[in-house]
């Protein structure tokens, strides 16, 4: 009996026990061996970042724009939640390590998340005022599955040297940040934002080298020089020395920019002849501006905003900032911000949490007053009521709601006082005031006063 309660212990603590079911089938294949990505970091910065000027522009306002963005310490929840202008959770973020401030290494980490799909952030050990953080380039960290399907380490590789830091599974605690974005054939890993692009930019890369191809060869498109005889009957054929000596004049006195316009001295016989197809018939700055757009749309920023023509999906540059900075930046950076709050959770208080804080968005002037505006054309509601929606504290006395005389329904005794005449002693035998019509304004109960 007592056999059978054990074992009824133990299996009730297995089924208890949060752990994916299919976790250790996935770490299985690789366990106790690191797990490599399955795309060349370098290959994608290289020709993808260093090499294309539209990737480049649009990793850089992306990541610009996320390290430009304050973050708020708040404690407590709603928009009542207190915010603490002094945390040492802060102070990190604005100094994080010797060598760089807190935008560059939010900069550093946004770029390397969206060129590879992997964000790595190292700490330093466990209390705030003593921690540094580094960010760690995504090619060299490799990850070793745990025989429960989370990771167990992490290895950072540069050249021979090897780095592990293991993960605390007791704790639930790990040494590095890991954000991926979501890959759907790769378990550990996730995909770059510039896989969707591939085509575009491979199109508007080679778009640019041919450019400068063209450009190499004095901007004349290809053709070929053909030898006829000047006798009848005569060899149709240059001899060797002919040919190779020909070639070493064009190479010399046609090819390249520094050539450009000089005019060729061709001997009897030879004739130019123009092959393919000329620009107009390839349409080929609308399929390097098509490329271009492509890029852009995969990586979130309007084409507007990196000067790409034939785009009007907004109508002015500062609509386009906007949804740029509403549907890209401000999503990537409150993920990124309850990443951090989370990875954090042992070292902040209770309720203690990251936030964006919109207001230091200057993107967002415009809705901004807008908002304003329209609350302040609001007389049903309190002080304190548009304080709320603006997202600030409430202050004494702002329960009440102040309209102005005309809203006053006629025999108020402070509508009369209002308009300097005697207020009706309440002895008078007079009638009842009407009674409140729709729209006045006013309701029972309501604490309202006299502008």
């Known amino acids: 009996m007592g056999y059978l309660s054990n074992l009824r212990r133990a299996l009730v603590g297995q089924v208890e026990a949060k752990a994916s079911a299919v976790g250790a089938m996935i770490a299985r294949v690789n366990l106790g061996q690191p797990v490599w990505p399955k795309r060349d970091y370098e290959k994608l910065g290289r020709e993808g970042y260093q090499q294309n000027p539209v990737v480049a522009r649009s990793v850089d306002l992306i990541a610009n724009g996320v390290a430009s963005i304050t973050m708020e310490m708040h404690r407590g929840r709603g928009k009542r939640a207190q915010v603490l202008e002094d945390h040492p959770l802060l102070t990190l973020l604005a100094n994080p390590n010797p060598d760089q401030d807190g935008q560059g290494l939010i900069a550093a980490l946004v770029s390397h998340f969206i060129i590879s799909g992997n964000l790595y952030l190292e700490r330093t050990g466990d209390q705030l005022e003593r921690m540094e953080l580094y960010a760690l380039r995504p090619d060299r960290v490799r990850i070793v599955p745990g025989p429960d399907g989370w990771p167990e380490a992490y290895e950072y590789r540069v050249g021979g040297m090897i780095r592990r830091f293991p993960v605390d599974v007791a704790r639930g605690t790990r040494p590095l940040l890991h954000l991926k974005r979501f890959h759907p054939t790769d378990d550990w890993y996730g995909m770059s934002a510039l896989d969707p692009a591939a085509w575009g930019i ?79 018939n390839l349409q080929f700055v609308d399929a390097k501006n098509q490329a271009a757009r492509e890029i852009a749309f995969a990586l979130g ?65 415009v809705e901004r007053q807008a908002l304003w505006d329209k609350l302040e054309r609001s007389s049903f509601l309190t002080v304190n009521e548009k304080r709320e929606a603006l997202g600030y504290q409430p202050v004494d006395g702002g329960d009440e709601v102040y309209v102005g005389a005309g809203q006053l329904p006629l025999g108020n005794p402070d509508a009369a006082a209002v308009a300097g005449g005697a207020a009706p002693d309440p002895g008078d035998e007079t009638e009842d005031p009407p009674e409140q019509t729709p729209g006045s304004g006013r309701a029972p109960g309501d604490k309202r006063r006299l502008n």
């Open 202 to 280: 491979d199109t508007h890369s080679a778009a640019a080298q041919f450019n400068k191809a063209l450009l190499d060869n004095s901007a004349t498109p290809s053709g070929a020089y053909v030898y006829k005889p000047t006798d009848k009957g005569g060899d149709d054929r240059l001899s060797d020395d002919q040919y190779h000596r020909l070639k070493q004049s064009l190479e010399e006195n046609v090819q390249g920019a520094r050539n450009a316009g000089r005019p060729l001295l061709l001997e009897g016989g030879l004739d130019w002849k123009q092959l393919g197809l000329n620009l107009e």
């Open 301 to 365: 920023v309007p084409p507007m905003l990196l000067g790409i023509p034939g785009d009007n999906t907004y109508a002015n540059y500062a609509e386009a900032n906007r949804a740029f900075y509403r549907q890209t930046v401000i999503p990537l950076a409150q993920w990124l911000a309850r990443a951090l709050t989370h990875w954090f959770r042992e070292q902040l208080g209770r309720d203690e949490r990251l936030v964006v804080d919109l207001d230091s968005i200057t993107a967002l002037d």
